[in-house]
């Protein structure tokens, strides 16, 4: 009786000690299961608990990102302003364009000049920009938003362009995803995306982004009012990453370096230099000294830069009569500024 007793006992332990042993194993493929989820193996990469790695963030400033502090001294550019005035004036004289305004900044220490940069244009032709950031603000909230589908009717816009022309444009009667829209508004300047972005963005997210980044404008109002020193602003806290999340903010800038526009700044900086920018175009009826209607033609375009050692915002608006020539001012401008740019940051030591 005894000895049945103890092969029974035997026989129960070793059978709990393999549930032991089981029930172990699976606590630890669950557990490391679950670490993986969290950590990102199948989470929502652009949640909150996503962090990006850091050689992901091409476009943004990269100090701000863990382990990329700067610790090199950045010398304050010479002054060249006065030969960017001579080009602009050079221009003027051969009838290229009527007038041009020009916006810089050295985005490492902040450094700036302008001429004639509070002259002022119309917001509706850049208002591209802050739509593509306030897609993005609202999306951080609801990620959802970026995959919603917006049918094409046709609606066409009452800016027809005449120079800048989307390659692929929406075809009438399909559904197109918000994320797509926003793609095509800002790398194609597809302005019947921007049309269906604008009127299905609530108001109120496109006044908060003039309201947040200081921009003193109106976003319903199509006068000119808008200089080129506050649309700076857009492109700044883009590459700061200090509006957008980071991922955010790469992902406009992402967006905004497949412009399919290369005749301007695109072609006045080396093949393989990254740039970041938008284009706008305008056209003013007016009257000539005789009374007889005329067009007088803007071209816009704003972009970072992303010089090696020293990547750089400028903004160019150019009026004149033809946008090709417009379009080589703005190149010619861009191909002077880059030079200068690179030839003192050559002369730095490490």
């Known amino acids: 009786m005894n000895e049945v007793k103890k092969v029974t006992n035997i026989t129960i332990t070793r059978s709990l000690l393999w549930v032991l042993i089981a029930g172990t194993f699976a606590l630890g493929v669950f557990v490391g299961r679950g670490t993986w989820l969290f950590s ?98 609202w999306s951080e909230d609801n990620p959802l938003v970026l995959r919603k589908k917006i049918l094409f009717r046709g609606i066409g816009v009452p800016l027809a362009p005449r120079y800048l022309r989307s390659p692929k444009p929406l075809d009438v009667g399909s559904e197109y995803a918000v994320n797509d829209l926003l793609l095509r508004m800002t790398a194609y300047g597809d302005n019947d995306a921007y049309s269906l972005l604008l009127a299905n963005l609530p108001p109120a997210y496109l006044h908060k982004v003039a309201k947040d980044l200081y921009v003193n404008y109106d976003p319903e109002v199509t006068s000119d009012s808008l200089t080129l020193s506050a649309y700076a602003s857009y492109f ?45 175009e305008r056209v003013i009826r ?37 946008f090709r020539d417009l379009a080589l001012v703005i190149r010619d401008i861009t191909s002077l500024v880059y030079a200068e740019v690179d030839s003192q940051s050559s002369e730095e030591t490490p």
């Open 236 to 280: 700044r806290v883009l590459f700061n990453a200090s509006y957008l999340s980071e991922e955010m903010s790469e992902k406009a800038l992402r967006y905004l370096a497949r412009s399919v526009f290369r005749e301007g700044m695109a072609s006045g900086i080396p093949p393989d230099m990254n740039i970041a920018s938008k284009t706008g």
């Open 40 to 137: 990102g193996g199948l989470a929502d990469r652009t949640g909150s608990g996503y962090r990006q790695p850091v050689e992901d963030f091409a476009y943004i400033r990269l100090s701000i990102t863990e382990g990329n502090a700067e610790t090199r001294k950045i010398r304050e550019l010479k002054p060249f302003r006065y030969k960017v005035d001579s080009l602009i004036q050079k221009k003027i004289d051969e009838e290229a364009a009527l007038s041009v305004s020009v916006y810089f900044r050295d985005l490492d220490n902040g450094n700036w000049f302008g001429i004639r940069e509070d002259e002022k244009f119309s917001p509706e032709i850049q208002l591209k920009l802050p739509i593509l950031i306030a897609y993005f603000k």
């Open 286 to 322: 007016t009257v000539d000294i005789e009374g007889a209607p005329t067009d007088v033609l803007q071209l816009h375009e704003f972009g970072i830069i992303y010089h090696p050692e020293r990547p750089f915002l400028l903004g160019v608006t150019a009026r004149g009569g033809d």
